[in-house]
C-alpha cells in the first residue's frame, strides 16, 4: 500500500478535505533539484506521477543515491519533524506531478485535528521505518 493511499484511508472524507486543503497540486520539471540536504524543510510532498532520486552527502563521495521514489511516496517528511531540516536531497528525475503540502499548516492542522494528526504521524513513521530498512 502506497504512504498516499495508507494515509488517505485513515481519514474520514471530512478529515481528508481539511489535510488536502492544505496541499496543491505542482509540476516539477526533470533534473530539478527540489532541495538539498541541511536546507530548512518547510514542505512536503506525495508524488502522484514520475519519479525523485534521494541522495545524501558522504565526505569523500559525493552526493550519493540512498533511494527512489515512485507514484504514491511521502517525500520531504523532514517538514514534519523537528529540526525541520531536510536529512538528504531531492532531484526530479522524469517531471514529477505531486500534491505539495505546507509543513506548517499541516502540523497546525495536526495539533487542532487529532484524527489528522494520527494518520499524518502514521505516514511519516511508516515512510522513515521503510527508508531505514532499505
Known amino acids: 500500500m502506497s504512504t498516499m493511499t495508507m494515509l ?4 474520514t472524507p471530512e478529515a481528508r478535505d481539511r489535510l488536502l486543503r ?3 497540486p505542482v509540476r516539477i520539471p526533470a533534473g530539478t533539484r527540489i532541495f538539498r540536504e541541511r536546507q530548512p524543510a518547510d514542505r512536503f510532498w506525495i508524488i502522484e506521477a514520475g519519479r525523485v532520486d534521494l541522495d545524501e552527502h558522504r565526505p569523500g563521495h559525493g552526493a550519493t543515491l ?3 521514489l515512485v507514484p504514491g511516496d511521502l517525500f ?7 529540526p ?7 532531484t526530479a528525475t ?3 506531478h505531486a500534491l505539495e503540502f ?11 485535528d487529532t484524527a489528522v494528526g494520527v494518520a499524518v504521524s502514521a505516514a511519516v513513521a511508516a515512510t522513515m521505518a521503510r527508508r531505514l530498512l532499505t
Open 8 to 11: 488517505l484511508s485513515e481519514l
Open 22 to 24: 492544505q496541499s496543491r
Open 66 to 68: 540512498v533511494g527512489t
Open 76 to 82: 520531504g517528511c523532514s517538514g514534519m519533524l523537528p
Open 84 to 90: 525541520y531540516h531536510w536529512h538528504c536531497g531531492a
Open 94 to 96: 522524469t517531471e514529477v
Open 102 to 112: 505546507d509543513g506548517q499548516a499541516v502540523r497546525e492542522l495536526c495539533a487542532q
